[in-house]
C-alpha cells in the first residue's frame, strides 16, 4: 500500500503561485506515476498532469495548464510537487495526488491510479 497526503492549498490571488506538495509513504519503490487531479463540486474529477515516479521524470500535463503549471518530484523525499504560477479563477478545486504502479505514462483516467490523497483545497479569487 502507498499513502498520500497532499498539503499547501490555501487562498490565492488571480495571477499568483501557489506550491502544492504530495507526501508518499509505504511502498513506494511500487510507484510507477503520479499524478495530479481535481475537481470542483458538482464535476468529475480531471487530470491535471503526471510525472513518471522514479524513472526519466516525464511529464504530461492537461493542455489548459500547460506553461503555467510544473510537476516535480524528489524522490529522496519521496515528495511530489504541483508548482501553480499565473493562476485563474477557474483554477479553483480541491487538488489530488495519485499514484499507480502501472507501467505506462500519462494516463488521465481516474480508474488507471490505484492510490490517492485525501485532497487539498486551492481558491483563486478574481
Known amino acids: 500500500q502507498v499513502q498520500l497526503v497532499e498539503s499547501g492549498g490555501g487562498l490565492v490571488q488571480s495571477g499568483g503561485s501557489l506550491r502544492l506538495s504530495c507526501a508518499a509513504s509505504?511502498?513506494?519503490?511500487?510507484?510507477?506515476?503520479m499524478a495530479w487531479f481535481r475537481q470542483v463540486p458538482g464535476k468529475e474529477r480531471e487530470f491535471v498532469g503526471s510525472?513518471?515516479?522514479?524513472?526519466?521524470?516525464?511529464?504530461v500535463y492537461e493542455d489548459s495548464v500547460k506553461g503555467r503549471f510544473t510537476i516535480s518530484r524528489d524522490n529522496a523525499k519521496n515528495t511530489l510537487y504541483l508548482q501553480m504560477n499565473s493562476l485563474k479563477p477557474e483554477d479553483t478545486a480541491v487538488y489530488f495526488c495519485?499514484?499507480?504502479?502501472?507501467?505506462?505514462?500519462?494516463?488521465?483516467?481516474?480508474?488507471?491510479?490505484?492510490?490517492w490523497g485525501q485532497g487539498t483545497k486551492v481558491t483563486v479569487s478574481s
Open positions: 495519485a499514484a499507480t504502479p502501472k507501467t505506462r505514462v500519462g494516463v488521465t483516467s481516474l480508474a488507471w491510479y490505484e492510490y
Open positions: 509505504g511502498r513506494t519503490f511500487s510507484i510507477y506515476t
Open positions: 510525472i513518471t515516479w522514479w524513472i526519466g521524470g516525464s511529464t
